[in-house]
């Protein structure tokens, strides 16, 4: 059974920091790019950042870049989302997700291109 497990969300002021966990199980996890998306209220899905298998390339969205980052420990089966400065219009459910990498994808920003996915787990941020 494949499992994603994310952890170390909660309701914070803004400007501080979160790190969030991803634990995995039933998976090679070294096989897999991992991603982070979120879900506000009343919007779509986003992407927020990826990690390629070995951790050696990330891709950071936009709207987070400079304070959000990602890594990745393949010997613990996780994967980490560190949110610096937060903002209220960080408030979403932050879920992580497993992408099969091969030849021609080792890394994707695309909701479809992820196999397996966690429940996420919520972040508030108020001003």
């Known amino acids: 059974q494949v499992l994603l497990v994310e952890s170390g969300g909660g309701s914070v002021q803004a400007g501080v920091s979160l790190r969030l966990s991803c634990a995995t199980s039933?998976?090679?996890?070294?096989?897999?790019?991992m991603g982070w998306f979120r879900q506000a209220p009343g919007k779509e899905r986003e992407f927020v950042a990826a990690?390629?298998?070995?951790?050696?390339?990330?891709n950071v969205a936009d709207s987070v870049k400079g304070r959000f980052s990602i890594s990745r420990d393949n010997v613990k089966n996780t994967v980490y989302l560190q949110m610096n400065s937060l903002k209220p219009g960080d408030t979403a459910v932050y879920s992580c997700?497993?992408?099969?990498?091969?030849?021609?994808?080792?890394?994707?920003?695309?909701?479809?291109?992820?196999?397996?996915w966690g429940q996420g787990t919520q972040v508030t941020v108020s001003s």
């Open positions: 990690i390629t298998w070995s951790g050696g390339s990330t």
């Open positions: 997700a497993a992408g099969v990498r091969s030849f021609r994808r080792e890394i994707s920003r695309e909701i479809y291109e992820y196999k397996y």
């Open positions: 039933g998976i090679t996890f070294s096989r897999y790019y």
